[in-house]
């Protein structure tokens, strides 16, 4: 069973920092493209970051290009999301995520593993 172990989140004031951990369980890491979505309230999921099954290339929503950053740790099974200069709009559960099909991009409208979510809230 995979399972998609976020931790991380929290109470930040806006300019702050936060860094969002994701262990993957129960399936192999290193082939495998991962992604963080969010859902803020009264809103859909939205795609936020992504990492190729390599990590040679990195995807980012508009709105976070500059401020956060996606990695891997193909040794401890982990990927992150760094997310300085945190804003009220970045406010938020984000969910850890991942395809099953190896080799390809992470689709950003969708993925085939979710973990529980994580809070991130920003105050003004």
């Known amino acids: 069973q995979v399972q998609l172990l976020e931790s991380g989140g929290g109470l930040v004031q806006a300019g702050g920092s936060l860094r969002l951990s994701c262990e993957v369980i129960?399936?192999?890491?290193?082939?495998?493209?991962m992604g963080w979505f969010r859902q803020a309230p009264g809103k859909e999921r939205e795609f936020v970051a992504s990492i190729t099954w390599n990590g040679r290339y990195t995807s980012y929503e508009d709105s976070v290009k500059g401020r956060f950053t996606i990695s891997r740790d193909d040794a401890k099974k982990m990927v992150y999301l760094q997310m300085n200069n945190l804003e009220p709009g970045d406010t938020a559960v984000y969910y850890c995520?991942?395809?099953?099909?190896?080799?390809?991009?992470?689709?950003?409208?969708?993925?085939?593993?979710w973990g529980q979510g994580t809070q991130v809230t920003v105050s003004s």
């Open positions: 995520a991942s395809n099953e099909l190896q080799f390809a991009p992470m689709s950003r409208t969708g993925a085939d593993y």
């Open positions: 129960g399936r192999a890491f290193s082939d495998h493209p």
